[in-house]
């Protein structure tokens, strides 16, 4: 995202100063030292930003006034980062009339950042499908090309830039009206092919096993019933064939649940599966199916925690 809207008309010598980035603090040390290196696909592009803050009070000790903030942690870094943004009290400067656009896997991430009890006009959601590779720090590969969406109701001026720094870079962004159709649609195809990928251990190609045919046709069955609770009505075949066919495109991508176990860290299941069957719970509606991946998933997840200390 950092390299998406950045503008080579708002560069000086070559280096970015309309973005700022703000992250782990091994990962900006090194885009700070050596500049943020984006692969896509076969090209490879070599950023300097002028902006690269470890800690939001460095943010605050800068003169980088953000217009927008896109967040892209992890969904259950979620409250962390309310915390973070109390503390540092930018919220009542520079960050007063920022727009925020949650930017993330999983549901439930609008209901996570209410805390900071922002109006309704700042805080925006939205979600992307591409397939990205953290091979180390300072280097961001990409892996798979999709859309961008964010909600409609975004300000008009934000609107207008996004779009053209999208275009220019020939990537796709959308500002819809059916927001929460789309976001059901890629929480369809993540409560499959995140698990099923995670616990095999295996790229998405996987999904389209014949062995695994009915807990795929299971997983979608029951989340197709919850979507219905919320108004979101999808037929079971087309469901299917959307997320065969996002399996299918991205056969050669690792998930990101897949990469975050490896790695042994906590994986946004709760989001995802887990969002489906508390959903579930509240309408009566049996889910054993996304139970069985949850559970099998957080004991996943514990285990690689246990090897890893071991080790």
């Known amino acids: 995202m950092g390299y998406l809207l950045s503008q080579s008309d708002n560069s000086v010598n070559g280096t970015i100063e309309n973005v700022a980035l703000l992250g782990r603090k091994s990962h900006m040390e090194k885009i700070r030292d050596l500049g943020l290196q984006v692969s896509i696909f076969e090209t490879k592009k070599h950023l300097r930003f002028k902006y690269c803050f470890a800690d939001p009070a460095d943010l605050r000790s800068s003169d980088f006034y953000p217009d927008v903030v896109v967040i892209c942690v992890k969904t259950y870094s979620v409250p962390a980062v309310c915390e973070e943004l109390k503390e540092s009290g930018l919220l009542q400067e520079r960050l007063?009339?920022?727009?925020?656009?949650?930017?993330?896997?999983?549901?439930?991430?609008?209901?996570?950042?209410?805390?900071l009890g922002l109006p309704d006009r700042q805080v925006l959601e939205g979600?992307?499908?591409?397939?990205?590779?953290?091979?180390?720090?300072?280097?961001?590969?990409?892996k798979g090309k999709g859309k961008t969406v964010v909600e409609e109701k975004i300000r008009e001026d934000l609107r207008r830039f996004m779009a053209k720094r999208f275009l220019e870079k020939g990537f796709e962004i959308e500002f819809a009206q059916d927001f929460k159709e789309q976001q059901y649609s890629k929480l369809f195809a993540n409560a499959v092919i995140n698990p099923i990928t995670a616990l095999t251990r295996r790229e998405n190609g996987i999904v389209l096993s014949a062995a695994l045919k009915r807990t795929v046709q299971a997983l979608i069955r029951e989340a197709v019933a919850v979507a219905a609770t919320e108004g979101i009505r999808r037929e079971e075949k087309s469901v299917l064939e959307m997320v065969y066919s996002v399996a299918g495109k991205t056969a050669a991508n690792t998930s990101s649940m897949l990469q975050d176990m490896l790695k042994g860290r906590n994986t946004e299941i709760d989001s995802i599966n887990g969002y489906i069957i508390r959903q579930a719970r509240k309408h009566n509606i049996d889910v054993p199916v996304n139970e069985a991946m949850y559970?099998?998933?957080?004991?996943?997840?514990?285990?690689?925690?246990l090897s890893a200390k071991k080790n």
């Open 96 to 115: 007063k009339d920022a727009v925020f656009i949650l930017l993330m896997n999983g549901m439930g991430n609008r209901e996570a950042f209410d805390s």
């Open 127 to 142: 979600i992307t499908i591409m397939g990205v590779r953290f091979s180390e720090d300072g280097v961001v590969e990409l």
């Open 295 to 305: 559970e099998l998933v957080k004991s996943a997840t514990s285990s690689d925690r």
